[in-house]
C-alpha cells in the first residue's frame, strides 16, 4: 500500500505489545488489536518477527494476523525450515529475512548475505514462487547489497541501528559518518533496481535523516512507538511520526 502524498510507508512492529503480554501469560495487550489501532492511524502495513523461541509473536498471532488486517503483514523471520514452512502457508504479503540468535535481546546486526549467498538463493526460491516480495535485513555494506541483488531479493531493509544509536548517544560525529554510509547504499540499492527500506532504532529524534532520503520507500519502527504509547497513546504515536516522516519527504 503506497502513502499517495509522498510515496513513504510506515510499517509499524508491534511485536512489543506481545512482549508484554507475554510477561504475564495472558491474553493482554492483544497484538492484533495494536495492528487494527496502527492501521487507523495510518500505517500502511505492519511487521511482526516469530522467531524460533517465540519470545513474543507467537504462531496464533500470525493467524490472527492474517485474518483481521486490511494493510500488507511484513513476515520477519530467520531463514530456517521451520519459518519457511510457515511462512508458504500463510503466504504474506512480504518476507524480510533477519538474523536471529536465540540469545540477543533484539536484532544485533545485519544478515550475512554475502557469506550464505548461495544457501539464501536457495531459501528464498520457494517464497519468491508463492507470491512473497523477498527482503533482506542488511547491514549498509556495499558487499551485502550486491549480494542481495544477485540472490533476487525484491527489497533490502538497511540496518539504520549504528546511526540511531550513536545519535542518540550524542556521538554525532560518528552518527554523521553512518548517515552518509546509509545514503551511499540507499543510491546504490536503488540503481541495482532493488526496493529500499530502513529499519530498527528509529525515533522522532532520528527519523527525519532517514526519510528524506529519496531512495527509501519504507520505514519499519516497532519498540519506539509502543514505548511512547505508554504516555501518548498508540495512535498518537504514530500520527506523529507520520508527521515527521511527511516533513522529512516533503
Not at 52 to 67: F, K, Q, W, Y
Not at 161 to 173: A, L, R
Not at 183 to 204: D, W
Amino acid at each position: 500500500m503506497v502513502n499517495k502524498q509522498n510515496n513513504l510507508r510506515l510499517g509499524v512492529n508491534i511485536d512489543h505489545v506481545a512482549t508484554v503480554r507475554n510477561a504475564r501469560g495472558g491474553a493482554y495487550p492483544d497484538p492484533l488489536r495494536a495492528a487494527l489501532l496502527a492501521e487507523k492511524a495510518g500505517a500502511d502495513g505492519i511487521t511482526a518477527h516469530l522467531r524460533e523461541d517465540r519470545r513474543h509473536i507467537t504462531d496464533a498471532d500470525i493467524e490472527a494476523l492474517m485474518d483481521g488486517l486490511t494493510v500488507p503483514l511484513n513476515f520477519e523471520m530467520a531463514a530456517t525450515d521451520e519459518m519457511q514452512r510457515i511462512a508458504l502457508r500463510h503466504k504474506p504479503h512480504a518476507v524480510c529475512i533477519v538474523p536471529e540468535k536465540r540469545e540477543e535481546r533484539t536484532t544485533e546486526g545485519g544478515l550475512e548475505v554475502a557469506r550464505e549467498e548461495n544457501k539464501l538463493a536457495h531459501f528464498i526460491n520457494p517464497l519468491r514462487e508463492a507470491g512473497c516480495r523477498v527482503s533482506m535485513f542488511i547491514a549498509a555494506e556495499m558487499k551485502q547489497v550486491d549480494a542481495a541483488h544477485r540472490i533476487g531479493a525484491d527489497i533490502v531493509e538497511l540496518h539504520v541501528g549504528p546511526y540511531c544509536d550513536e545519535y542518540t548517544d550524542g556521538h554525532f560525529d560518528v552518527s554523521d559518518r553512518e548517515l552518509e554510509r546509509l545514503r551511499e547504499m540507499a543510491k546504490h540499492a536503488a540503481s541495482l533496481g532493488l526496493e529500499v527500506h530502513a529499519g530498527h532504532g528509529i525515533t522522532y529524534d532520528t527519523v527525519k535523516p532517514i526519510a528524506a532520503f529519496p531512495e527509501v520507500m519504507e520505514l519499519n519502527i516497532g519498540h519506539f512507538l509502543i514505548g511512547e504509547a505508554i504516555f501518548d497513546g498508540l495512535e498518537n504515536a504514530i500520527v506523529k511520526m507520520r508527521r515527521l516522516m511527511d516533513e522529512a519527504r516533503a
